[in-house]
């Protein structure tokens, strides 16, 4: 593995979303869009792949997110441009009804439907973006869960900020689940309070303060979480969760993750 690129064969779970939090702590939707670039960049360099549990579309985080990996991944191509290997740099999956909107793309663009998307054929090899299997007749809140469940099992480490915890469509919030779902695997979530919502839920619980909501996930959070080595100092999992600065979010959780895959990465 080489020194520069010390998070290869990482793939890293990026749940960052708003909060109902947010505006009271001073942060807004533009400040959410930056620190997932941030960190995806930050991610992207040190060789790790990332995976999102929503749909990749044109105009949004995504975009810039895939223009990152453009940047940071050489995707090898074979002379007629098709990417020659399996490892796209970013991964998306995405819960029943819906479809990826580079599956979408592709399906049309064979049928003669609509003339090549420029960009969704430069995104060819760098995202991976699939719908999760599910049961017919599954509502949505199964779809959802069965996604998180996948993405459970597809990522080494997940990283969780904000989140609503009203207004959600599935079980329970989305970031709760997909930090339970995490942990479960025996792998290290990296949370903290600076946008509020579900992740100072999480906050709660992995420093052991009394849970106001969501008691039973709580309680597994704490657990599952306890039976795992430290990634970080105690102190710097306090400056974590207490972290009012995104740059020092940013920083600590990129420390964690390094500190982590030199230790779990398959030898």
Known sequence: MSIARPLAGCIVGISISESEDMERLGFDRSEMNRCVVRLSESLLAAGARVAFGHDWRPGGVMEAVAALAVRYVNVHRDAEGRPAHGGAPILNRVAPPDVPFLEQQREESAAG??????????????????????????????????????????????????GKLSDFSGKIPGIIEEALGTLREERPVFSSGIFGGASAVIVRALSGEPAELYAEESAELRACAARLPRALSENEELRLWRSTSVEQCLELTLRGTVKWWAHARPR
């Open 113 to 162: 439907d609509r003339a090549p998307n420029p960009m969704a054929r430069l995104l060819d090899g760098i995202v991976d973006a699939r719908q999760t299997d599910a049961p017919r007749g599954a509502n949505r809140a199964e779809a959802l869960s069965l996604m998180r469940e996948e993405l459970a099992k597809l990522c080494h480490v997940r990283v969780c900020l904000g």
